[in-house]
């Protein structure tokens, strides 16, 4: 075992039945909150919160939170943006509370049931309540962003070096099973809602309020396997928001590499985090394909990325996670600029995409994830982790504009979503010129065999 985990768990060091437990477990948080960024997020929330914002739009198509002008088109994207800087400010306080306090479950439980509740709450989304609905949103987008560091810190303290890579992909796995079991329930109340004698912003509101149940009920499991760990307290006390952000910045700076390799992923998984968001707009606009193909492209999208976290978290054991992630960049190179090429109306070459993109998007998240593990310094898991979820939800905005602009100078989609390409080779050679092993030592911890 490495020398860190020895430094976090002693006294009273996990026997291997005792971290298997704890592993399981911890596989579970994935599996509890996934569902709500695929069917709350990605498929039934935009069109139905935007439906909302419309019903309460003046006759100009404005609504008017806090006296100011909005396009209803707009108030999704508006919600989902003031979450994410909403993210920005709770994340180090969060990140540093926990590492100080050694008690990173009671905010697990405090973050993951604020936003299951949140989440269950859209049930009450109808009429013109678009500003509750707005709210719920802000809540829940946050809540998870904050539980998900907290989440992801356990990593380094519940799995030895060379067992993290496949830890990592086991949880992403579990993550995307439980997307898309529960999406596929969803979709069958969806479609086939006057069968079950409801209307359809009814069985959207109840797909809504699932998602939190599921979230809320499946947490139980983390919370009783999980256990805290009491670590040397960091000094200095709790800044606000933006100087803690700052002051866990400038901690990294000692640790280059780190910050070396956070900015390769930043980079790459802006590109990662576009094509899920953009997909869909070069599905219908550019291909002329219907609301139904995108979603089972969709469903099939969860499902691979099921195999190839998996599958990844293999050949990471044989070739290391830096070289993996490192394929899988070449990848999604070869994928993308595939896509340039599909032709309009043809629906099976766009699951073609659908599975190519799924073969390579859970394993390339999951290694990222347990990489920078190895390169947190002890008793830092929460702080760096913070850093770690920002670039991966609040910084990726960068690829978005880049799509539009090639957008807005081309007329084509086709040349916007080759653009993206961009990310993935420049990730690549950021990535490549990361010397992992040294990086590694510098943190302050053991070498993996493989890494």
Not at 422 to 444: E, K, S, T, Y
């Amino acid at each position: 075992m490495g020398t860190e985990i020895a430094r976090e768990t002693a006294p009273g060091a996990s026997t291997p039945a005792e971290r298997k437990r704890e592993q399981r477990g911890w596989y579970f948080y994935d599996w509890a909150c996934s569902v709500y960024s695929t069917s709350v997020l990605t498929v039934f929330l935009g069109p139905y919160l935007t439906s909302v914002a419309k019903t309460a739009a003046d006759p100009g198509g404005f609504v008017h939170p806090l006296g100011i002008p909005v396009r209803a088109g707009s108030f999704f994207a508006y919600s989902v943006s003031l979450s994410v800087i909403v993210s920005i400010f709770v994340m180090p306080l969060a990140g540093a509370a926990a590492d100080r306090t050694g008690r990173k479950k009671p905010l697990l439980a405090l973050c993951a049931y604020t936003g299951a509740a949140a989440t269950a709450g859209m049930f009450f989304l109808d009429g013109d309540r678009y500003l509750l609905g707005g709210l719920l949103l802000v809540v829940a987008n946050s809540s998870l962003a904050v539980s998900m560091v907290l989440y992801n810190s356990y990593l380094p303290q519940i799995a030895p070096p060379e067992e993290r890579d496949a830890v990592s992909s086991r949880g992403w796995a579990f993550g995307y099973a439980s997307g898309a079991l529960v999406l596929l329930a969803n979709l069958v109340l969806y479609t086939a809602h006057d069968t079950f004698g409801v209307s359809e912003s009814t069985a959207v509101r109840i797909c809504l309020a699932s998602a939190g149940l599921w979230w809320g009920a499946f947490t139980v499991v983390p919370l009783r396997r999980l256990r805290d760990r009491r670590t040397e307290p960091a000094p200095g006390g709790t800044a606000s928001g933006p100087r803690q952000l700052l002051a866990t910045v400038k901690d990294m700076r000692r640790h280059p590499l780190t910050l070396s390799f956070l900015l390769a992923y930043l980079v790459y998984n802006d590109g990662v985090q576009t094509v899920i968001s953009q997909a869909s707009i070069y599905g219908s606009e550019e291909l002329g394909l219907g609301q139904s193909t995108l979603i089972v492209a969709v469903l099939l999208v969860q499902l691979l990325a099921v195999a190839g976290a998996l599958a990844m978290g293999r050949l990471a054991r044989a070739y290391g996670a830096k070289r993996t992630i490192l394929g899988s960049l070449v990848a999604w190179t070869v994928t993308i600029g595939a896509g340039y090429f599909l032709p309009a109306g043809a629906p099976a070459w766009f699951f073609a995409l659908a599975a190519g993109i799924g073969l390579v998007l859970g394993g390339t998240q999951a290694l990222s994830r347990s990489l920078f593990s190895h390169l947190v310094p002890t008793g830092k898991e929460a702080e760096y982790f913070s850093a770690y979820e920002m670039s991966d939800r609040g910084m990726s905005w960068v690829g978005p504009l880049v799509f539009g602009l090639a957008y807005q100078l081309t007329g084509s989609y086709r040349d916007a979503i080759v653009s993206l390409v961009a990310f993935f080779v420049i990730g690549f050679v950021l990535l490549a010129r990361v010397p992992v092993h040294r990086a590694v030592r510098d943190a302050g911890n053991s070498v993996p065999a493989r890494i």
